[in-house]
């Protein structure tokens, strides 16, 4: 699941929780100082997993003592979760880590929730990837969906992937320059979300999207709430930390919630504005 879990052994992780400067003595009321920076360090647990929270606050020119940081965490927790005014430099002992996994097992999973209630035959999946590398997604997607629609620089790994899913599952992958009559269409690099302006059909995408050019974007999604975050960090950012280095099983059922362009909901409503669109 993760290049930080080794031997089946999960490394403890850390969050850095930042607090306003409480005011140092009397002459540093009077002259408005911040105290000089403490760090305390605490083991939390949720859904199972620990993690170790450090809490400290910014000197007067806001900077953090990662020395202190770095002493008071064991010597063999390495990553570290920080807000992003303050990440970890390459010098502080701790490393930020790439949690890239659980936004895209995120992003297959709620495009297969999205299809509760609506009828085989109308779940037709559009997939715009132009460098081809997300054919490993479409047997966990024709499971949902009845056929897919591709749009794909990369037509020779679809035409591949395609024979093995008509002998595999006997649906039907189709190429395609144009993504019209699809009940979604899945964009897995939000970077080629450009590439699908004025797309007829709701676009699903990882990353966040206000919205625009006429489209209906499904984006940002999120499985916690704002409140089991650590403080100053993204429930986001936490959850692909507890997927990826715990193992926590979050998202299997899809997103809780996500955000249709801009407006957040919850994954039913989004699953009945598909619905609406496969009755019309």
Excluded at 23 to 48: D, I, N, Y
Aim: proline fraction near 8%; charged fraction near 20%.
């Amino acid at each position: 699941m993760s290049e930080y879990i080794t031997s089946g052994v999960v490394k403890l992780f850390a969050c850095l929780n930042l607090i306003p400067p409480p005011r140092a003595g009397l002459l540093g009321r009077a002259l408005g100082f911040p105290a000089r920076p403490k760090v305390s360090a605490e083991h939390k647990t949720f859904l199972s997993a620990e993690y170790l929270q450090l809490t400290t606050w910014p000197d007067r020119k806001g900077q953090v003592d990662w020395l202190s940081l770095r002493r008071a965490a064991p010597d063999n927790l390495r990553v570290l979760l920080a807000p992003d005014s303050h990440p970890p430099p390459p010098d502080s002992g701790f490393i930020s880590p790439r949690l890239e996994g659980f936004e895209v097992h995120l992003l297959l999973r709620t495009a297969c929730a999205l299809t509760a209630g609506i009828p085989i035959y109308r779940r037709v999946i559009g997939l715009l990837d132009p460098a081809g590398s997300a054919a490993w997604m479409l047997p966990a997607l024709l499971a949902h969906y009845s056929s897919a629609r591709v749009c794909s620089q990369n037509r020779a790994v679809y035409r591949a992937a395609g024979e093995e899913m008509m002998a595999s599952l006997g649906a039907h992958v189709g190429l395609s320059d144009h993504l019209s009559g699809c009940l979604l269409v899945l964009v897995p690099n939000s970077g080629d979300l450009g590439l699908s302006a004025r797309c007829p059909c709701p676009v699903l995408t990882a990353g966040s999207y206000a919205g625009g050019n006429g489209m209906t974007v499904f984006s940002d999604f999120s499985v916690l709430r704002e409140e089991d975050a650590p403080p100053g960090l993204s429930p986001s950012l936490f959850a692909a930390a507890l997927w990826e280095l715990c193992g926590v099983p979050l998202g299997e059922s899809g997103a809780r919630t996500l955000r249709i362009n801009g407006r957040r909901v919850d994954i039913q409503t989004a699953a009945n504005f598909l619905r609406g669109r496969a009755k019309s």
